[in-house]
């Protein structure tokens, strides 16, 4: 989420390029995360030579090379690649700029790791247009981005995010962004390693992805340095299918801005017959539409057969069981409707979760977590495709996320996430804690009998404490004495006036 002095700047190119024409939201937010895009390549790489440069060794850029690069195969009309460089045009006047960035570094930012082969980046990179219209825009444009830090990981969804709610399409169709923490939180709790194979089937703007692709390159650095580790992570690791062309643009751009080249990201309803990979992902992290339905004749079959419903948050549970291979985990974000809800689909779903998979978690979450987008309360599930069954699960009933839970989303000192973490990776000291704490086990025979219900407060107990009252005529008493106070105060003021 973005704030503050953040906030303004991005409101600031917003209104610019709008009163310079661009009447589309969509498009205007398109153009902002071009231009970001730009910026974030050469930031990156000036790191890279910052880092090559300490060591003492030289660097040689894969994106800005040497020599020029020429919009056409005769070379007719080229440039110095350096002359690419955000920290170099930004400083040209106006119209050599607009010039420039519309004839050449436009142009090439779409080439970026394509080099003729048919990568997620080049195919929805095909179709992009540079529509900013004038000189004074794109001057305006480039000096407010450039006054930004883009140092955080995924600066491109978080923007995105904010722009989605200025034209008041997020959560629209239950599409909005997880929050940064929120994702941190979900990775470090299944622990992404670098054999996985790891899908988001709701990928939007891929923060799900870059989370594990950070924790990967963190926790398994030296790893990375394998050849064929590397090749993996690389191609093979990621995979990520959205129906909006413009989620999975970004989606690209963010994991080629991550250092993965060539992950598998589609167009692609997910729920569909055109969604074929079954029984094959080992990790498996979402946040899937929480509402809206789909056409029936459109569902694949095999999902409708764990629960027949037309609803997208029962469908992509369903979905999340067909995909994982045996032993591969998920951890999901669903709204409490999913919980408790007594409809059959609801029940069937909830049964499958607990009697073919093992349901490792259900943590639940407060209702602010998603403003100020949405208000409705989730929960995330932990579960491992194991046909064995549940046996217990570990319930923790979450407070506090670090914000405040109302539109504005300041941040607080409370903050459960941290012992969420602590717990779950100690579940053994777990098993004694009482039904009035913060978390604890339930067994699977209860929830059984419960009709699946996985709601904490079905199983949560409340502790009464007992208040001791005086006797009623002691405060009948106590309220004559108030009385006859008031009656002198207001007889004394009587006299004053």
């Given at each position: 989420?973005?704030?503050?002095?953040?906030?303004?700047?991005?409101?600031?190119?917003?209104?610019?390029?709008?009163?310079?024409?661009?009447?589309?939201?969509?498009?205007?937010?398109?153009?902002?995360?071009?231009?970001?895009?730009?910026?974030?390549?050469?930031?990156?790489?000036?790191?890279?030579?910052?880092?090559?440069?300490?060591?003492?060794?030289?660097?040689?850029?894969?994106?800005?090379?040497?020599?020029?690069?020429?919009?056409?195969?005769?070379?007719?009309?080229?440039?110095?690649?350096?002359?690419?460089?955000?920290?170099?045009?930004?400083?040209?006047e106006p119209t050599l700029m607009f010039e420039t960035v519309r004839t050449y570094v436009f142009p090439f930012i779409k080439t970026v790791n394509g080099e003729g082969k048919d990568t997620a980046f080049s195919r929805f990179m095909t179709d992009a247009v540079f529509l900013i219209p004038t000189a004074k825009v794109l001057a305006v444009c480039v000096d407010t981005l450039s006054e930004i830090d883009m140092s955080n990981k995924d600066i491109m969804g978080d923007i995105y995010e904010y722009c989605l709610g200025k034209m008041s399409a997020a959560g629209k169709l239950g599409q909005f962004r997880s929050p940064r923490h929120i994702v941190d939180m979900m990775v470090q709790l299944v622990k992404p390693t670098i054999k996985d194979t790891i899908l988001d089937p709701a990928m939007g703007t891929a923060g799900f992805l870059l989370g594990c692709a950070k924790y990967i390159s963190t926790h398994y650095e030296k790893e990375l340095f394998?050849?064929?580790?590397?090749?993996?992570?690389?191609?093979?690791?990621?995979?990520?299918?959205?129906?909006?062309?413009?989620?999975?643009?970004?989606?690209?751009?963010?994991?080629?801005?991550?250092?993965?080249?060539?992950?598998?990201?589609?167009?692609?309803?997910?729920?569909?017959?055109?969604?074929?990979?079954?029984?094959?992902?080992?990790?498996?992290?979402?946040?899937?539409?929480?509402?809206?339905?789909?056409?029936?004749?459109?569902?694949?079959?095999?999902?409708?057969?764990?629960?027949?419903?037309?609803?997208?948050?029962?469908?992509?549970?369903?979905?999340?069981?067909?995909?994982?291979?045996?032993?591969?985990?998920?951890?999901?974000?669903?709204?409490?409707?999913?919980?408790?809800?007594?409809?059959?689909?609801?029940?069937?779903?909830?049964?499958?979760?607990?009697?073919?998979?093992?349901?490792?978690?259900?943590?639940?979450?407060?209702?602010?977590?998603?403003?100020?987008?949405?208000?409705?309360?989730?929960?995330?599930?932990?579960?491992?495709?194991?046909?064995?069954?549940?046996?217990?699960?570990?319930?923790?009933?979450?407070?506090?996320?670090?914000?405040?839970?109302?539109?504005?989303?300041?941040?607080?000192?409370?903050?459960?996430?941290?012992?969420?973490?602590?717990?779950?990776?100690?579940?053994?000291?777990?098993?004694?804690?009482?039904?009035?704490?913060?978390?604890?086990?339930?067994?699977?025979?209860?929830?059984?009998?419960?009709?699946?219900?996985?709601?904490?407060?079905?199983?949560?107990?409340?502790?009464?404490?007992?208040?001791?009252?005086?006797?009623?005529?002691?405060?009948?008493?106590?309220?004559?004495?108030?009385?006859?106070?008031?009656?002198?105060?207001?007889?004394?003021?009587?006299?004053?006036?």
């Amino acid at each position: 989420m973005i704030t503050g002095e953040l906030k303004n700047k991005i409101d600031k190119i917003w209104d610019t390029i709008w009163t310079g024409g661009i009447s589309s939201p969509t498009s205007v937010i398109e153009q902002i995360t071009y231009l970001m895009f730009m910026k974030l390549l050469d930031d990156n790489e000036i790191k890279k030579e910052g880092n090559a440069s300490a060591l003492g060794i030289q660097y040689k850029s894969k994106i800005f090379k040497e020599g020029n690069f020429a919009i056409d195969d005769e070379g007719n009309m080229s440039i110095p690649y350096d002359e690419l460089r955000w920290h170099n045009f930004k400083n040209y006047e106006p119209t050599l700029m607009f010039e420039t960035v519309r004839t050449y570094v436009f142009p090439f930012i779409k080439t970026v790791n394509g080099e003729g082969k048919d990568t997620a980046f080049s195919r929805f990179m095909t179709d992009a247009v540079f529509l900013i219209p004038t000189a004074k825009v794109l001057a305006v444009c480039v000096d407010t981005l450039s006054e930004i830090d883009m140092s955080n990981k995924d600066i491109m969804g978080d923007i995105y995010e904010y722009c989605l709610g200025k034209m008041s399409a997020a959560g629209k169709l239950g599409q909005f962004r997880s929050p940064r923490h929120i994702v941190d939180m979900m990775v470090q709790l299944v622990k992404p390693t670098i054999k996985d194979t790891i899908l988001d089937p709701a990928m939007g703007t891929a923060g799900f992805l870059l989370g594990c692709a950070k924790y990967i390159s963190t926790h398994y650095e030296k790893e990375l340095f394998n050849k064929e580790n590397r090749k993996h992570y690389n191609s093979t690791m990621f995979s990520g299918f959205d129906t909006d062309p413009s989620m999975l643009r970004i989606g690209a751009m963010n994991m080629l801005l991550h250092s993965v080249e060539e992950p598998t990201i589609a167009r692609q309803d997910s729920l569909s017959d055109d969604n074929e990979v079954r029984d094959y992902y080992s990790l498996i992290l979402a946040n899937p539409p929480f509402k809206g339905s789909v056409f029936e004749e459109d569902i694949s079959k095999d999902i409708l057969a764990i629960s027949k419903t037309k609803k997208t948050e029962l469908l992509f549970l369903a979905l999340f069981i067909k995909s994982l291979k045996i032993g591969g985990r998920c951890a999901c974000i669903v709204p409490d409707g999913v919980l408790f809800g007594s409809s059959k689909a609801h029940q069937s779903i909830r049964k499958e979760l607990i009697e073919n998979n093992r349901l490792q978690a259900v943590i639940s979450m407060p209702s602010g977590v998603f403003k100020p987008y949405a208000g409705v309360s989730t929960a995330v599930l932990v579960f491992t495709k194991d046909p064995s069954g549940t046996d217990d699960v570990w319930f923790y009933d979450m407070k506090a996320d670090g914000f405040s839970l109302d539109d504005k989303r300041s941040e607080v000192a409370e903050n459960d996430i941290p012992d969420i973490i602590e717990r779950y990776n100690n579940l053994e000291s777990e098993k004694d804690r009482k039904r009035t704490e913060q978390s604890f086990f339930v067994p699977k025979q209860e929830i059984v009998d419960n009709d699946y219900d996985l709601s904490i407060n079905k199983y949560k107990k409340v502790e009464y404490v007992p208040v001791e009252y005086p006797p009623t005529s002691e405060i009948m008493a106590k309220l004559r004495e108030l009385e006859k106070e008031i009656s002198s105060s207001m007889d004394e003021l009587e006299k004053m006036l």
